[in-house]
């Protein structure tokens, strides 16, 4: 079965711009999971996604928003963008969240 | 306030010997907990994990251990091989399906 795509792969943007990240998760997976990863910093949880509602969020500013769609892909967008913005971010998808996830590549966002 | 840590930042053990990788929980709720392999430029893979209800899960030369009253589990890695350089996390779930990591150990095996 297909795994879990995130496009971008790769992303160069500018301060202050605005970017939005796309996720697809496995079929049959509701839950829907955005990470940050920056060089030391391990996974940041971003926020989590259920059948369309945001279930769970990280201390992440309002500036990084999200959503899920009928179809269960999920995007994030992130505006007024900042260069510590930068790092790899992680979408991870699983049937119900909790266990079984299963990550993406991710997309690594540069802010220059 | 974090509440998984992973204290060693990095490992080097020799090729072919045991690799130890350690997790400290401070919440008790925690009920499942699960260890992910990571390389570079690579989302994070599943390895293996363990519900709280045991203290012990073995997969090939993966096992992972709970010691539930002193809030810690170990993951060891017997033989260790190079492919299995990365980073590794340890994530638990709580009562509301979240997953909360740890900061991750760059494991390097030594050829």
């Known amino acids: 079965k297909a795994g879990v795509t995130q496009t971008p792969r790769y992303l160069i943007k500018t301060r202050g711009q605005q970017v939005t990240l796309s996720c697809s998760p496995i079929s049959g997976h509701r839950s829907v999971s955005w990470y940050q990863q920056t060089p030391g910093q391990g996974l940041q949880f971003l926020f989590e996604?259920?059948?369309?509602?945001?279930?769970n969020k990280g201390n992440f500013p309002g500036r990084f928003s999200g959503r899920q769609f009928s179809n269960s892909r999920s995007e994030m967008n992130v505006s007024t963008l900042e260069l510590g913005d930068s790092a790899l971010y992680l979408c991870?998808?699983?049937?119900?969240?909790?266990?079984?996830?299963?990550f993406g590549s991710g997309t690594r966002l540069t802010v220059v | 306030d974090q509440q998984v840590k992973q204290n060693s930042p990095s490992l080097s053990v020799q090729e072919g010997r045991i690799s130890i990788l350690n997790c400290d929980y401070t919440n008790s709720m925690f009920d499942y907990f699960l260890w992910y392999k990571k390389y570079p430029a690579e989302g994070p893979t599943f390895l293996i994990s363990i519900s709280s209800i045991k203290d012990k899960n073995e997969d090939g030369r993966f096992t992972v251990f709970l010691n539930k009253s002193a809030k810690h589990l170990s993951l060891h890695i017997v033989p260790s091989q190079p492919g299995d350089s990365a980073v590794y996390f340890c994530?638990?779930?709580?009562?509301?399906?979240?997953?909360?990591w740890g900061a991750g150990t760059k494991l390097i095996i030594k050829p």
């Open positions: 996604y259920f059948s369309e509602t945001q279930r």
């Open positions: 991870a998808s699983s049937l119900q969240g909790g266990y079984g996830y299963t």
């Open positions: 994530a638990a779930k709580d009562s509301n399906y979240q997953l909360i």
